[in-house]
């Protein structure tokens, strides 16, 4: 069991197989610009298919795309994601070499990883998808805290729930999310996870939060 509540993750040790989920059914297009999730909120998002689907949680394919990184060395996961969160905000509103102001994406996705100690610091790498007008060469950031990475296509295991976010529901999500995994000897990477938020705080209703954990390895398109 993973002890996500920790600085520490224990070892999760699954045998590799096949994505296929019992007694799930597989959806057969990808999600294209026009019929985007309603969860994305009329922003660009980046492109998926979904795989396979169970009671709970999705297996998705993500295509190649690129994305605003930076990464935070703190104790506390709010105060973590508000200062990346920040700075990627001051990226796409004109702190570039082109000054352009970027459109927001969705969602806001951080990666968490654990330290080694009971009172150590995590390291959190907070992300914004360029969008897909400014791929393949968006403007170069104009903080070195910022940098551009391309992520390749994957195949990422995906969580859900409603309300407002907090950390113990991520870490609870988490946890439900590895033990579902395991139960079902589904290989994963259990080093890290990863947060995606989808809304702004003005959103009162109807909000889409998602916890992830990504497959061994990437394969690009």
Known sequence: MLALGK???AT??????ALTVANAAPLQARLSRNDEPAFCRSLDCPR???VNRTDTYEVRHYSASQ????QVESANYTTATAIGFQRLFS???GANVDVKHIPMTAPVTVQVYPGSGPYCKSTFTVSFMVPFAFQPNPPKPASKDVYIES??????YVTSFPGFAKEKD???HAEALAQALTKDNIA?????YYTAGYDSPYQLFNRHNEVWFYAPGATQE
């Open 12 to 17: 999760v040790l699954v045998a590799a197989v």
């Open 188 to 192: 994963f990477n259990s080093t890290v």
């Open 91 to 93: 990226y796409i509103s």
């Open 48 to 50: 998926f298919t979904v």
């Open 151 to 156: 992520e390749p296509a994957h195949t990422t």
């Open 7 to 9: 600085c520490v993750f």
């Open 170 to 172: 991520d870490i609870g």
């Open 67 to 70: 994305w605003a990184r930076t």
